[in-house]
C-alpha cells in the first residue's frame, strides 16, 4: 500500500503565505496523478490543484492565481504554494495519490490519501 503524509499546515494571516507538502512513500509503484483536496467544516470536499505525470496542471478557479501546485517526482513529493490567503481558505487540506503499483505479478491502480493538515486564515 501507498502511505501519503501531508505538511505545512499551519495559522496565517489573511493575505499571507503558506507551503504544504505531501509525501507519497511504499515500494513498486508509479504515480499518475497526485492532487490536493480541502474540506471546509460543513462543506463538501472539494478538489484545490491537481498535477498529472505529464506535467499538466489544474486549479479550481477559487484559487488560481493565488495557489500554484508542483510535483518533484524523485522525492514522490507534492507542494501546493498558497499565496495571498483568504478566510475562505481555511480547511482541512488532503493530499491524494494515484498511480499503480505491482502486486501478484500484474499492476494495480491505487487511489491513496493522506490524513490531513490543518490551515487556518484569521487575523
Known amino acids: 500500500q501507498v502511505q501519503v503524509v501531508e505538511s505545512g499546515g499551519g495559522l496565517v494571516q489573511p493575505g499571507g503565505s503558506l507551503r504544504l507538502s505531501c509525501v507519497a512513500s511504499g515500494s513498486h509503484f508509479r504515480i499518475s496523478a497526485m492532487r490536493w483536496y480541502r474540506q471546509a467544516p460543513g462543506n463538501q470536499r472539494e478538489l484545490v490543484a491537481a498535477?498529472?505525470?505529464?506535467?499538466?496542471?489544474n486549479y479550481a478557479d477559487s484559487v488560481k492565481g493565488r495557489f500554484t501546485i508542483s510535483r518533484d517526482d524523485a522525492k514522490n513529493t507534492v507542494y501546493l504554494q498558497m499565496n495571498s490567503l483568504k478566510p475562505e481558505d481555511a480547511a482541512v487540506y488532503y493530499c491524494n495519490v494515484e498511480g499503480k503499483n505491482f502486486r501478484m505479478l500484474t499492476w494495480t491502480d491505487f487511489s491513496s490519501w493522506g490524513q490531513g493538515t490543518q490551515v487556518t486564515v484569521s487575523s
Open positions: 498535477a498529472t505525470s505529464g506535467g499538466v496542471t
